[in-house]
């Protein structure tokens, strides 16, 4: 069996899995619902807001900018200029491969009813319509699609500790099962209204734990199975444009307040109190970042300045619509001394080969801002979050500790099983030879830059 029919092959079961690996849990939820009758007073319909649905579009957008071009172009700076294009067709590839998983079935598992994982009810956008749901003022569409974003940028961020060296048919096979097993999941009990982690409550604004712990260390993961880039550490790899990755860390920063601000969910006070301490916490850490750099090197970077802020960026996320602005701030100084250390020395010392530093930035920032969020933590800013340790309440500090533990524990496990699955089916590395010409004209038949090509042509690579 040739490897192109193999792979075709495990789409096809990858969609069917998806599918109905969940059905007889959804068919036993609906039969019970069914037993226990709908008798009770008849609840209306929540009132549909054009203020809170406009700002939800536009944040949505925001969201979508943050992986195409914002994470595109700030990875796609950090890599050779052998491999520019090949970075940047992780992130462009998954925007369209994601989106599509979640229409077909991503969002009922993360979103439908059920208590491990959400059932079918939203198969194919089923049920999914213009009416708002109990509780919100937007149309369920809108919400719907507005996750879908968070969706497609999450298992985008992994890409950055594996680029230069993986397989893309290996890529694109290990996103879609990543996607299924690992973030709908953790969608559903972090954020569903049935979700164990939302009863508990463990605290998550905007995805400190389901987006950032979730790539963060699956990305650790993913780069030791992966193993080290050819001569790493011997070898410098030095980003070919920093200034393509400043201008892709400005796009995450503007579109990181759709991210966060955006996450309110409606046009109010709290999406105010988001954006505020998103910016707060991003410009703290981009300075901190800048001037530990200048003690401890003698000199403040452009490239340390960009990654300062897009951590702070990180360790915000979770706590933006639970902390008032000075938290905000301390979140963010914390933040540049936990990453910079992270990149700078954790890194070195256990010799791991995170290409672009996802779980320096992602893993321990999202850790970092997860338990911060429990210490911070205030009902005066959102009456429908909880207290933290200062404002008296221990124990949601507690339950922080379980909702990072808990986010630590699937993304090592499920993506250690979904490499295993990958692998079962194609290599999950390129060859010596296709890594050393560079993966932009070996996988793909393109170059970036013309002058890599004789006669400024393009030049048909290898092909997988």
């Known amino acids: 069996m ?14 069917a899995l998806g599918l109905g690996m969940f059905a007889g849990i959804a068919q036993a939820q609906e039969a019970v619902g069914q037993a226990m009758g709908t008798s009770g007073p008849v609840v209306p319909a929540p009132a549909l807001n054009t203020g809170d649905t406009a700002w939800v579009l536009a944040a949505t957008a925001l969201v979508l900018l943050m992986t195409v071009p914002g994470l595109a172009l700030f990875y796609g700076g950090l890599v050779g200029q052998r491999n520019v294009l090949s970075t940047l067709m992780h992130s462009f590839f998954l925007a369209c491969l994601i ?7 991503g969002y009922s598992l993360a979103f439908g009813p059920g208590r491990l994982v959400g059932g079918l009810d939203f198969l194919l956008f089923r049920a999914v319509g213009q009416e708002p749901l109990s509780g919100q003022t937007i ?7 507005f996750q879908g974003m968070f969706a497609v940028i999450t298992p985008a961020l992994i890409s950055g500790a594996i680029a230069e060296r993986m397989r893309f048919s290996a890529y694109v096979l290990f996103t879609l099962l990543w996607a299924t097993l690992v973030y709908d999941p953790l969608a559903h009990w972090v954020w569903a209204n049935d979700g164990w982690l939302f009863k508990l409550p463990a605290l998550d604004f905007a995805g400190g734990t389901v987006v950032h712990i979730s790539s963060g260390v699956s990305a650790l993961v993913a780069c030791i199975v992966l193993g080290k880039r050819l001569g790493f550490p011997k070898r410098a790899f030095l980003p070919h444009n920093i200034p393509t990755t400043v201008l892709g860390g400005g796009l995450l ?22 954006f505020v301490n998103t910016n707060t916490a991003a410009a703290t850490t981009g300075l901190v970042w800048a001037l530990i750099e200048w003690g401890h090197r003698g ?84 009456a429908a979050g909880a207290d933290g340790l200062l404002a008296g309440n221990p124990r949601q500090l507690l339950n922080q500790v379980i909702g990072v ?37 070996a996988l793909h038949g393109e170059t970036a830059y013309s002058m890599l090509a004789s006669g400024g042509s393009q030049v048909s690579g290898h092909s997988e």
């Open 2 to 15: 040739s490897t192109r029919y193999r792979l075709a092959l495990s789409f096809g079961i990858v969609l």
């Open 99 to 105: 989106s599509v998983q979640w229409v077909l079935f």
């Open 405 to 441: 533990g808990v986010a630590w524990v699937i993304a090592i496990v499920g993506t250690l099983v979904v490499l295993a699955l990958v692998r079962m089916v194609t290599a999950l590395r390129v060859s010596d030879e296709q890594e050393m010409s560079g993966l932009d004209l």
């Open 139 to 145: 149309p369920h569409l809108a919400f719907a699609i």
């Open 253 to 274: 920063w503007f579109g990181w307040f759709g991210f966060n601000a955006g996450s309110a969910l409606s046009a109010g006070g709290l999406a105010v109190q988001a």
């Open 299 to 382: 000199r403040p970077t452009a490239l340390g300045t960009v990654t300062g802020a897009v951590a702070g960026l990180v360790a915000i996320t979770p706590a933006a619509g639970f902390v008032d602005v000075p938290s905000a701030l301390l979140i963010g100084v914390a933040c540049a001394l936990v990453c910079y250390w992270g990149v700078n020395y954790l890194k070195p010392r256990l010799g791991y080969d995170d290409s672009l530093d996802v779980f320096g930035v992602h893993g321990l920032g999202g850790t970092w801002g997860a338990l911060a969020t429990g210490i911070f933590a205030t009902r005066a800013v959102n």
